[in-house]
């Protein structure tokens, strides 16, 4: 069920649970207010806000991890020592907690911090995600605009954490290639060319109408779990339709939109160790130009997953088992931290490296990197490692240290991030995690 | 009128007991009665592993289903896996096409993509995908040059006739049943209009067959059931059984003589249903289904992606997952095909089929210059059966260790079917490095099991686990850790083993191998967990399995001519 409080969001679900027909969970509803040049944002920007979400898997050593002193004064720790020359482009927010019952180790964190719900447990490890991730909440209302609702992507193969809703789960692409082929090949139109579009456009958008109406019948048949199965592919279905009818449109003109170069075929493994940095820098420089071609405004980089265990740096051990097995402060540990950390440091770099009217892709973004725990030696939710990086057109502070002495709710964060957007969400999260209140230290 | 009469009537009670090529010779009316349920077949079937044929085989009697016992789960409406949709396309429409990647994953449930199937939908990126697909695969479809294999090709832009052929053709392949008037002329337009824009007949086959890909009814799988008065539950009708069947044992969708099957009805009916089954069973294809369900059983996906140390392990190379699962595999078709054999010599054979690098990892010479080659590991090397292969020895560790937890967790939990909560999320879980008071792993984890907290879970796994310490985290052998011997001893739940070899046999005597194996075929063949309305079923099929001397060639078989295979939850007012 959802329990989503999000007022614009509740509507837009339960029309599309109890509205009784499938025809009216049409996207995009909100797109209108945000549209490319209608962004009539307050410091008189005219460039959208993007949402991006950088996560790894397997947490942090909290004690290496905190910084010294709060406010602009303070000291970076060793874990944020790599992206400390960025430090006026993020803000830290330490002291927070995940409030969820902590039951599956990893998920319970990944899936209460993302969608500030409880995860749906089916008994064991086995759960899914009760309703979407921020990232694909804030899509839902900023992503109708472009070509691509939003892109998933991780340099580690895996499932990543991005949802729609129970059960429906982005696949993150994970090959630098296909991600580059995706968003730049077939169909991609640079800035100024103006050919006619291709008639097979207005052909598969026709295709895909015929589709939604011939699936009715299909949908009458169904109980409501189910029609809620086929609704969500429905929506897929829609929402494919409107970014058809976004490549009949001439392309924006944009300044900085220039295809990236075309990377690597494959990054095979080197002596059992995968090449998650030179994957993860391969993607970051394909979405950074994705976006400064306004191809997508919503993003998610899955580096490496909840659970993973590969060979990182010169470590001995798999990520994951490091974190359970290695005894002490961790040093092993911190050092792949401190990589991962880095990986995050280059995203944000590449977005500042794309100029955009006065300032940066970087402030016309907020970027959250964080984590599925905090200690991932005993999957704490407590004292949970976040960074928010960019400003969103000003709408954040950036620079600081802020820290809850009181362990805060991590909805507080999420529910900044979301009006941080430009929209108007009342509240955030569910049980103890509720919260009406964003985090005030970071909003401007 | 009792509901066992009601379903005699129907024919439920006739199929399962006309369940073997010699029952089929029973009377159909025989009185009901659980006492001779396989009482006889255990003779027929001992564990000969040089037993005759197949069809020579006898197929012991079939299980007597008792109905007020159970009710048949829901229908799940299952979307196709990945393997199921590259395999339906080739199959459909010519093993040449090419199919781009899906990438929509899988999802797991209770440890079978088929029981996720139930659950999973599409994603917003899976709809994009599957459009690419569509069209790639249309285009191909529609390529002038593959036009002879067309049902007609459209001689003008206007040529709805042949449009219409079409789509009823490939309609009926893709989405498993006749198309409805409605829809057959709304792909028939779709086609017209492409026609008619781009100037090209053939536009219109490649629009009309991509629509008929991105629907619904092709990715989802529309079988629902219709109400049966005579049993008071849902009954899969002819198209939805030939879907079924074709899935459940073959992965992929329904072919020429299953639709053929189900447009004669011979697939509701328990007799002819009978004879189909025997068909696919016999059939190569059904290869391609125990693979599978196998595959998902023991995690052999997983294998693919490996991920070990190649410094620490000299034999790793990231093919060497690939070679492991090839195993695996042909020993469980060679049990359950070639030789019928009791299925438990999984645990204990000392025949195996291994390549030259698996060979490398055993230490044993190479039996073939490529490929796999049947082999007969040596008695005194202490390696035997699926827990002394590279799969279960490799998955089941770290990518610099072996460990004990997981090893014994996959036992517990794939090979006798016991549930492992898992561990608090709060657990310090750290273990101390090796030292020279402490050089095994079985010193290690002594913490584990000295903790009162750990100790309840890990106490269930970790002494199994440790009994496969001669194997290290690829599977090859070591007789010491960190320079000392390996204690191999422990017990299974009160039965004492010396070492790896010696435990295969103690896992293959535990009560609770046998239920496992009809448990999970039935959970992988039905895609439901079983729940208490379905308990009835899994132990008649558990007590079958048992009587035929576990022969998983019968078990299947059984469980697709099973009421609670054919027959779809009560029925819903």
Same mark, same amino acid.
């Given at each position: ?83 400390? =020359? ?65 892109? *998933? ?79 969500? =592919? ?18 924006? *003109? ?28 391969? #993607? ?6 994705? #976006? ?26 798999? =990520? ?43 402030? =016309? ?70 919260? *009406? ?8 | ?93 010519? /093993? ?9 994953? /899988? ?110 009814? %092709? ?56 004879? $189909?089954?025997?068909?696919?069973? &016999? ?9 599978? +369900? ?20 000299? $034999? ?16 469980? &078709? ?29 230490? !044993?010479?190479?039996?073939?210059? /490529?490929?796999?080659?049947?082999? %007969?590991?040596?008695?005194? +090397? ?70 009162? /907290?750990?100790?309840?879970? $890990? ?26 011997? !390996? ?22 005597? $535990? ?63």
């Amino acid at each position: 069920m959802y329990l989503l409080r999000h007022r614009v969001s509740r509507r837009r679900f339960l029309r599309g649970i109890l509205g009784g027909t499938a025809v009216t969970v049409g996207l995009p509803i909100f797109g209108a207010h945000l549209n490319f040049n209608g962004t009539a944002l307050a410091d008189g920007s005219s460039f959208p806000s993007r949402f991006g979400l950088f996560f790894w898997g397997n947490g942090v050593v909290p004690q290496r991890w905190i910084p010294e002193g709060t406010g602009t004064d303070w000291i970076p720790s060793d874990q944020l020592e790599p992206i400390a =020359h960025l430090r006026d482009h993020f803000s830290v927010v330490s002291g927070l907690e995940v409030k969820v019952p902590n039951i599956i180790p990893h998920n319970s964190g990944a899936g209460g911090l993302l969608t500030g719900m409880p995860v749906v447990a089916r008994g064991g490890e086995a759960y899914t995600f009760a309703g979407p991730s921020i990232d694909q909440f804030i899509a839902a209302e900023i992503g109708g605009d472009t070509r691509f609702r939003s892109i *998933e992507f991780g340099a580690e193969p895996g499932g990543g954490r991005s949802y729609n809703g129970p059960d429906n789960r982005n696949p993150p692409e994970s090959s630098p290639l296909a991600l580059f082929d995706r968003l730049f090949g077939e169909g991609f139109r640079e800035p100024g060319d103006t050919s006619e579009p291709d008639p097979r456009l207005a052909l598969r958008r026709s295709v895909l109408d015929a589709v939604v109406e011939q699936a009715n019948d299909f949908r009458r048949e169904l109980g409501s779990e189910d029609q809620l199965r086929l609704d969500q =592919h429905l929506q897929g279905v829609r929402d494919l339709e409107v970014r058809v009818a976004r490549l009949q449109e001439d392309p924006p *003109e944009l300044a900085a939109c220039m295809s990236p170069d075309q990377p690597l075929d494959a990054y095979p493994p080197i002596e059992g160790r995968p090449q998650i940095r030179e994957k993860n820098r391969a #993607m970051c420089d394909v979405i950074a130009l994705a #976006m400064a071609c306004d191809q997508t405004r919503v993003f998610s980089n899955w580096i490496v997953e909840p659970v993973s265990n590969n060979l990182i740096g010169e470590a001995e051990a798999g =990520h994951h088992q490091l974190t359970h097995d290695e005894p002490g402060d961790q040093p092993q540990v911190n050092e792949i931290v401190r990589t991962l950390v880095g990986e995050f440091g280059y995203l944000l770099e590449t977005l500042r490296s794309v100029p955009e009217g006065d300032g940066t892709l970087l402030d =016309h973004c907020a970027v959250l990197g964080t984590s599925d725990v905090s200690y991932g030696r005993n999957h704490s939710l407590d004292e949970f490692p976040i960074i928010v990086a960019g400003t969103a057109n000003g709408r954040l502070r950036t620079g600081l240290h802020v820290r809850s002495e009181i362990r805060d709710t991590t909805n507080k964060v999420m529910l900044s991030l979301i009006r941080s957007m430009g929209i108007l969400a009342a509240d955030f999260g569910a049980d103890d995690g509720f919260t *009406e209140d964003g985090m005030t230290e970071i909003e401007v | 009128m009792t509901s066992r009469d009601r379903l005699r009537r129907a024919g439920v009670v006739a199929a399962a007991t006309a369940l073997s090529v010699l029952a089929a010779c029973a009377e159909p009316d025989d009185a009901p009665g659980t006492a001779d349920a396989g009482a006889d077949a255990s003779d027929d079937t001992s564990a000969d592993a040089t037993s005759d044929a197949v069809a020579d085989a006898a197929v012991p009697e079939a299980p007597d289903w008792d109905p007020a016992a159970f009710t048949p789960p829901p229908p799940p409406v299952p979307r196709l896996n990945r393997a199921q949709l590259v395999n339906s396309l080739h199959d459909i429409l010519g /093993d040449d096409v090419v199919v781009p990647p899906f990438v929509e994953p /899988d999802v797991e449930e209770a440890f079978f993509a088929t029981v996720g199937a139930g659950l999973a939908t599409v994603s917003p990126r899976g709809v994009e995908n599957l459009e690419q697909i569509s069209y790639a695969v249309a285009g191909q479809v529609a390529d002038p040059a593959r036009g002879d294999r067309l049902p007609c090709v459209p001689d003008a832009v206007d040529d709805a006739a042949c449009l219409a052929t079409l789509v009823d053709h490939y309609g009926l392949r893709l989405w498993r049943r006749p198309l409805a008037e409605s829809d057959r002329d709304r792909f028939v337009t779709v086609g017209l209009d492409a026609a008619a824009v781009l100037d090209d007949p053939l536009a219109g086959v490649e629009f009309a067959v991509a629509g008929l890909l991105m629907s619904p009814d %092709f990715i989802f799988r529309r079988e629902l059931g219709v109400d049966d008065p005579e049993t008071g539950w849902r009954a899969y009708t002819d198209w939805e059984m030939a879907s079924r069947l074709s899935f459940t044992l073959w992965n992929t969708s329904p072919d020429e003589a299953l639709i053929e099957a189900a447009a004669a009805g011979e697939l509701t009916d328990p007799v002819t249903l009978e004879a $189909h089954v025997d068909r696919m069973l &016999e059939d190569e294809r059904a290869h391609e289904g125990v693979r599978e +369900m196998f595959s998902q059983l023991y995690r052999l996906h997983e294998l693919d992606h490996l991920n070990k140390d190649p410094t620490l392990f000299d $034999h790793f190379d990231p093919s060497l997952g690939e070679s492991a699962r090839e195993e695996t595999l042909r020993l469980i &078709e060679s049990l359950v095909f070639e030789e019928r054999a009791d299925f438990r010599d999984l645990l204990t054979t000392n025949r195996t089929f291994v390549d030259n690098r698996l060979a490398a990892v055993y230490g !044993i010479p190479s039996p073939s210059r /490529d490929g796999f080659a049947e082999t %007969f590991l040596p008695p005194d +090397m202490g390696r035997r059966g699926l827990t002394g292969q590279v799969s279960f020895l490799a998955l089941a560790a770290h990518p610099v260790s072996s460990s004990a937890t997981l090893r014994g967790k996959f036992v517990r939990e794939r090979l006798l079917c016991e549930a492992v909560p898992a561990p608090p999320a709060n657990a310090n879980t750290a273990i101390p490095e090796p030292s020279p008071d402490a050089p095994t792993l079985r010193d290690r984890v002594a913490v584990h099991l000295e903790n009162e /907290d750990c100790a309840t879970c $890990h106490l269930i796994m970790d002494p199994i686990g440790l009994g496969f310490e001669n194997f290290d985290g690829i599977g090859r052998w070591r007789d010491t850790d960190n320079g000392a011997e !390996i204690d191999t001893t422990g017990d299974l739940d009160g039965a004492e083993f010396v070492d790896a070899w010696d435990m295969a046999d103690t896992i293959r005597q $535990h009560p609770g191998t046998g239920p496992c194996v009809a448990r999970m075929t039935y959970r992988y063949a039905s895609g439901v967990r079983e729940g208490r309305n379905q308990f009835a079923v899994v132990d008649t099929l558990s007590a079958f399995y048992e009587a035929t001397g576990y022969d998983v060639y019968a078990l299947l078989r059984a469980v697709v001519l099973s009421p609670a295979f054919r027959y779809a939850g009560p029925i819903t007012d």
